[in-house]
């Protein structure tokens, strides 16, 4: 089955930024939108950010999307999630979803049960 790999998690201090990384374990990359989500200890895993096939269209959740972005190169086989001014509430693990989408490249989701693929997910902790 297909399966995401994150990377570039870690300890960070309040008000700094981390970019976290996401590729599939095969080669084809460009049929998917892409998600990313996260989910503390006891808690329930929420939307962070989505991205279309092509790229062209992002959505966030509205108390971050004035801090984190969401971009992807197909050429890389790569998608990235740019947080900045990270909060200690952010202490989480970051998850990114694939689901496999035909012709339409602007679509996106924002539901944790519209995607297919998961990765293990990459520990970010920011302490204060």
């Known amino acids: 089955q297909v399966r995401m790999v994150e990377s570039g998690g870690g300890l960070a201090q309040a008000g700094s930024s981390l970019r976290l990384s996401c590729a599939p374990s095969?080669?084809?990359?460009?049929?998917?939108?892409m998600g990313w989500f996260r989910q503390a200890p006891g808690k329930e895993r929420e939307f962070v950010a989505a991205?279309?096939?092509?790229?062209?269209?992002?959505y966030y959740a509205d108390s971050l999307r004035d801090r984190f972005i969401c971009t992807r190169d197909n050429a890389k086989n790569m998608v990235y999630l740019q947080m900045t001014t990270l909060k200690p509430g952010e202490t989480a693990v970051y998850y990114c979803?694939?689901?496999?989408?035909?012709?339409?490249?602007?679509?996106?989701?924002?539901?944790?049960?519209?995607?297919?693929?998961w990765g293990q997910g990459t520990q970010v902790t920011v302490s204060s």
């Open positions: 095969e080669h084809t990359f460009n049929i998917y939108a």
């Open positions: 979803a694939a689901r496999r989408v035909e012709g339409d490249r602007t679509i996106y989701y924002i539901t944790a049960g519209d995607y297919e693929y």
């Open positions: 991205i279309s096939r092509s790229g062209g269209r992002t």
